[in-house]
């Protein structure tokens, strides 16, 4: 053994390799528990519900909708475009199966979790956890429920702006639940008077 | 137990805190290398002609130390490798790039981290290195636009070698540390050979009578 590590290299390989069967032993265990929001805590893996909301009405597919709750919440009510994580495999058969039933995640794309309130302790599916760019949804599916899907109340609209901001949200849940938006802004601003009282209705100032 | 680390990942430190963390990084990286004497073409060239396999166990014991650490701390709920970012792999133009980087790397004995080393020390051989090495930069950049749809080819995501086989990530941490281990033996062998052999051509040493018969 000298003769093939020298003097030293005797302990340091013995080390190595007691170090690297640990490593095999421990594997055999499976894969550490992770607690969802602390597995993806940078900010930018955080997306809101406004946010999210409106990657869906944008139409965009450069991300997937995974929800982690269990089954019998998910028939009750999820995001739009979500798939419950019942149907994310490991497995290349369970893949293809799901994939048949049209209930086929693409992980390769951006994925976006959530859970009930986003506090939960959740262990990930494998498959998920190889994926570099998750996100998670900020509140969970109460938060969803919130900003998206809560009754938009008008009234007390001090400005143009708080106006438009209802108007646009209201227009927001209705699209989610199915909906026509209601009409209900209230434009407390006085009517705009003319300037020039004198001057023809359609005439173009400055000309 | 909360992963502690990436800590860039965790503690959020904004890019100025990780510029200043690769700055420090890269300064220690290149004072080691320089140390182990890497910043030398001789001894780099050692591999390849056989007389001197220091780069290989060296390399190879950064490898396998980082790995066994890494996966182990891994399991141990310390560190979230997912967080831990891996380069996607585009199989074809990696192959490729892999045979241009050796070519370059047999011809001018430096690899970029080793060249940069030697230039810091004022090696002029590193410094011509260097040149080439930003050459192939700039010709790339003006012929991107035709090598873009090789250069993209065989996309296969994010790839490491137990998914791609299918085996436990321990079960490959315990293979590549056997080949490690395998290969410090094997070399050493080699170097005794090659140091007996040039003790027996040395006209020094015949003459001090040293010369096995």
Known sequence: ?207 | MEPLAPISKIAEWGPNGLIVAAGLLGVGFGFVLERAGFGNAKTLAGQWYGYNFAVLRVMFTAIVVAMVGLFGLHYLGVVDLSLVYVNETFIWPQLVGGLIFGMGFAIGQYCPGTAVVACATGKIDAMVFMGGFFLGLILFFFSYDGLEKFYLSGDMGRVLVPDWLGIPAGVVVFLVVAIALGAFALTHVLDRRFAAKQLHRSPRAESRGEVAS
Request: include cysteine; charged fraction near 30%; proline fraction near 4%.
């Open chain 1, 1 to 207: 053994m000298k003769k093939l590590f020298g003097k030293h290299g005797i302990t340091f390989a013995v080390v190595l390799l007691v170090a690297g069967a640990a490593v095999a032993a421990l594997s055999f265990r499976g894969e550490p528990k992770r607690r969802l929001h602390k597995g993806v805590s940078q900010k930018t893996s955080v997306v809101k519900p406004a946010e999210l909301a409106s990657w869906i009405i944008e139409g965009r597919r450069d991300f997937a909708i995974i929800d982690l709750r269990d089954p019998d919440d998910f028939k009750k009510g999820h995001v739009r475009e979500a798939v419950n994580c019942g149907h994310c495999h490991d497995s290349a058969t369970e893949g293809r199966k799901a994939s048949q039933e049209n209930l086929f995640v693409d992980l390769s794309k951006k994925l976006v979790l959530y859970t009930e309130t986003g506090e939960e302790t959740v262990e990930l599916p494998r498959a998920l956890t190889k994926n570099p760019r998750l996100y998670t949804l900020q509140g969970g599916y109460a938060g969803w429920e919130k900003e998206v899907l809560a009754p938009v109340s008008f009234g007390g609209e001090t400005d143009q702006e708080q106006v438009y901001a209802k108007q646009r949200q209201e227009a927001v849940r209705a699209f989610f639940a199915g909906e026509r938006a209601q009409q209900k802004a209230v434009l407390p601003i006085a009517p705009i008077k003319r300037q020039n009282a004198n001057q023809p209705a359609g005439a173009r100032e400055g000309c």
